[in-house]
């Protein structure tokens, strides 16, 4: 019984990374079709039409420096963290009425979330 609850557990482990790989993996390809025109994400690449992406998870709203944000987010005193950039993925001129990032969101949740843990894992690479 004991061995069939390892297995079992040892299984859920493994599905559970390959999970893990295959939403990174997704929010990756999500990035470079989705982000990508505008945004770049290597962390000495600066800024491009949108800011650099490179270490946004935690990174305080408005804050990339020399970048001109619009006026809906230069000043937040919030921070970027997964919770935030999900509403904000989902709809950007919903979550902020005025930014002037002209993309339209992403409807489903599993791939803003498959986004976001590719955001996060950007300030982890270098």
């Known amino acids: 019984m004991i061995r069939a609850a390892l297995l079992f557990a040892a299984l859920c482990a493994a599905t559970s990374h390959a999970q893990a790989e295959a939403s990174l993996e997704r929010g990756q390809t999500l990035f470079q079709t989705k982000c ?5 994400s290597e962390a000495a690449a600066g800024h491009a039409v949108g800011p650099n992406l490179h270490g ?18 230069a000043g937040s005193p919030e921070t970027w963290t997964p919770e935030r950039l999900d509403a904000f993925l989902e709809s950007p001129a919903a979550n902020r ?15 803003r979330q498959a986004l976001i843990l590719f955001l996060q894992s950007l300030s982890t690479k270098e």
């Open 97 to 111: 009425p005025g930014t002037a990032m002209p993309f339209s969101g992403l409807k489903k949740a599993e791939d």
């Open 36 to 40: 990508a025109i505008c945004h770049n």
């Open 56 to 73: 946004v998870v935690g990174r305080k709203i408005g804050s990339a420096e020399g970048f001109g944000y619009s006026a809906a987010l």
